[in-house]
């Protein structure tokens, strides 16, 4: 009896070992297919609208039976909302995390958390409301006011793009603590009146005042505002400003002041400048950026700063200064006649953030460096040739034709090559790359080639915005950090023979027409291969895509409004997503592709109708072969389909069947091992 209960237990512990095994081998799989539908713990509010019009989730009568609303909205008893939490989503259309909307009625928002959206506290068409003690952190907008009689007071607002937004007349601002790295602490549109801004903690961000910019100057500002600690500076209608008039400053905000004179100071300071004239800036140090509007015939010279804006200014001089801001450019808006001689730009560059052409009005010579090689910066030329871009660092042409740029290495600066207006230009074995921007950017020019360079590590790669005729072929694409190449309304284009890869998106067509995009290479391009949208021209062809190679980018092809394109001979496989997607896309044509492998569906279509799909070979691909979502119209025809199981259920099975196979093996072992038992027992009785 004690050799069978031996035997037992040894036949016992090896069937559990065995269902341990199991169970380890099942249970990653089976948590793996259903861990999409575990949920983390709502908030402790959803996001919610009170619109005394009756456009939201509630009024504010119907909002104090909720147990978080107290009050009768009176001057001697307003509403109040008091201690709520609420996590809003920036992924969704929802934009806010409370918002009161048409409300005349006293009320308070106070001791509340609101972060994660669009915007925390957003107050539209509303007034006579106290937001105090709130935490409004983690948003695009901290609070966003529309309204008058408002007050905030002593809210704090972290890491949002903007603290405090701030329209109407008759606001408050005190005691607020703002802390962010980005965007602006407080934006005072050009539109508010008499607001009060005083006793505000800022760290990070600058106070952009327009009504101070546009010359209405009714915004009461004392120097009890601090920004990094310091003080906050707003002089307005002031002459014969020296260094003598700022003690610590934070950031100086000067409003239609004129004849003066800063000079031989080191600044940790934001200058922002308005309705100026006449001033001199002058060997100072300045460890942020000045920002001109409406200023003219200044004089900027000997100093090492960050960066210049121009807004709307004219006939200035900035001679002889460093700019050290990394990856940012001097940009221009609507400003003319300015001169630039013997500046040195480590890292960043020159640029118009508008419309290029207006360099053109502006006068920047070889004198001027980046990164010790000189900025080539030309305008209506003729004829230029590699002998004129010897040891450039940046390249500008402006309205030139017949030209070549060739065999130049260009690298952090803010945009490598620009050819603005123009014809008949060719960009040759370049190698552009780690630029801040765009490598190379066409903008209006007609006839332009750009061929066999390289474009590697920079923010984007080619941007071809507004021009005709455009050439790209046989150009190394790498490792660009957005896109690889965008087409910004830009016409009869013809892309082919280039290696797209490694980039977030491959190429990019915004309202573009008639582009030809060929035996091109497009892999690993993390969203998408190509990507059109708005790209729609009726029922005549419109772009194409064809024989090219599309692997292991998210989708292979996208397209998304976008009609009458034609897409063929392409072979696309191994993509992360859908071979090819079709969102809002009608009468295209979609013939004679290998699609196969791909993680989702061959083919996707989703509000896409009258198109025409056939002569395809689908594959392999892992949901099916095609699939369409509230389309009608579409015709199917000769396409050959062939699908993949879910790998999933393929694994699922072959755990089962492992499992199976070795319960089966036990159960063999257990009756071999039995029946020898039981025939040496029956021997041992005899």
């Known amino acids: 009896m004690a050799e069978r209960d031996l035997l037992n237990k040894k036949i016992k512990n090896v069937i559990f070992v065995v269902i341990l095994i199991s169970i380890l081998l099942l249970f990653p799989i089976i948590y793996f297919a259903f861990q999409n539908f575990i949920q983390p713990a709502p908030s402790n509010l959803q996001p919610f609208v009170i619109d005394e019009k009756g456009g939201g989730d509630y009024t504010w ?13 009176t001057l001697e008893d307003p509403y109040i909302i008091e201690g709520i939490r609420i996590k809003g989503s920036r992924t969704t259309f929802i934009q806010y995390c409370i918002k009161v909307k048409n409300s005349n009625k006293p009320f308070i928002i106070r001791d509340s958390f609101f972060y994660n959206s669009h915007v925390g506290i957003d107050l539209e068409n509303t007034h006579n409301g106290i ?23 002593g809210n704090i607002l972290q890491d949002n793009t903007y603290g405090i937004r701030l329209d109407g007349e008759n606001n408050n601002l005190t005691r607020n603590f703002i802390n962010q790295s980005f965007g602006d ?22 106070i952009t005042l327009y009504p101070a910019i546009y010359g209405d100057f009714s915004i009461e500002m004392d120097t009890s505002n601090t920004l990094n600690g310091n003080i906050i500076y707003l002089y307005v209608n002031t002459d014969y ?21 800063i000079s031989h100071y080191n600044f940790n300071v934001q200058f922002t400048l308005a309705n100026c004239d006449n001033i001199t800036l002058r060997n100072l140090t300045i460890s942020t950026s000045i920002e001109l509007r409406h200023c003219d015939n200044f ?48 890292n960043n560059g020159i640029w118009v953030n508008g419309n290029p052409n207006e360099l053109l009005k502006n006068d920047i010579d070889r004198s001027n460096t980046i990164n010790g090689k000189y900025i080539a910066c030309y305008s209506n030329i003729r004829g230029l040739n590699q002998d004129n871009f010897t040891n450039s660092g940046m390249v500008i042409l402006l309205n030139c034709s017949d030209s070549t740029v060739s065999n130049i290495n260009i690298d952090k600066t803010y945009m490598g090559i ?60 790498l490792n660009n950090k957005e896109n690889g190449i965008e087409l910004w309304e830009t016409n009869f284009n013809e892309i082919h023979d280039n290696s797209i890869k490694s980039n977030k998106l491959g190429m990019y067509f915004i309202a573009s027409k008639y582009n030809v995009v060929a035996n091109n290479d497009f892999c690993e391009n993390h969203h998408s291969g190509i990507y059109f949208t708005d790209c729609s021209c009726g029922k005549n062809t419109n772009n194409s895509i064809l024989n090219n190679i599309f692997t292991e980018n998210g989708e292979g092809i996208n397209i998304r409004y976008s009609d009458s394109t034609e897409i063929s001979g392409n072979e696309i496989k191994n993509n ?18 290998q699609i196969s492998s791909n993680t989702e569906f061959g083919l996707y279509l989703i509000y896409s109708d009258n198109n025409d799909i056939f002569n395809n070979i689908f594959e392999n691909n892992r949901e099916g072969c095609y699939t369409e979502f509230s389309c009608e119209g579409n015709i199917f ?3 050959i389909c062939s699908s993949a199981f879910s790998q999933i259920i393929i694994i699922i099975i072959i755990a089962l069947g492992l499992t199976l196979t070795i319960l089966i093996i036990i159960g063999v072992i257990y009756y071999k091992v039995k029946q020898r038992r039981d025939e040496k027992l029956d021997y041992a009785f005899k």
Not at 61 to 73: D, L, Q, T, V
Not at 141 to 150: E, K, P, Q, Y
Not at 322 to 330: K, Q, T
């Open 299 to 346: 004089k900027i010279i000997n100093n090492s700063l960050q960066m210049i804006s121009f807004f709307y200014s004219d006939n200035n001089e900035i001679i002889n200064n460093s700019f050290n801001a990394v990856g940012r450019d001097m940009y221009f808006i609507h400003s003319d006649g300015n001169i630039f001689r013997n500046n040195t730009f480590k």
């Open 61 to 73: 009568e119907e909002a104090k039976k909720k147990s978080w609303c107290s009050g009768a909205g």
């Open 637 to 639: 025809k000769n396409n």
């Open 185 to 206: 602490s407080i934006y005072v549109s050009s539109s508010a009146k008499n607001t009060i801004i005083k006793q505000n903690t800022i760290f990070g961000a600058k």
């Open 576 to 593: 992360l997503k859908n071979g090819i997607y079709l969102h809002g896309s009608d009468f295209s044509k979609i013939y004679n592709n």
């Open 418 to 477: 620009s050819v603005v207006g123009g014809e008949n230009i060719t960009l040759e074995n370049n190698s552009v790359h780690d630029c801040y921007y765009f490598g190379i950017f066409l903008n209006g020019a007609i006839n332009t080639s750009v061929i066999n360079n390289t474009i590697r590590d920079n923010k984007n790669g080619i941007k071809i915005d507004d021009a005709k005729n455009t050439i790209l072929k046989e150009n190394d694409i």
């Open 131 to 153: 937001l105090i003690d709130n935490n409004c952190s983690d948003n695009y907008v901290g609070i966003d006011v529309d309204g008058n009689n408002n007050w905030l007071d």
């Open 241 to 261: 400003l020296t260094i003598d008039n700022f003690t610590n400053p934070g950031q100086i905000i000067l409003g239609n002041c004129r004849d003066s004179i």
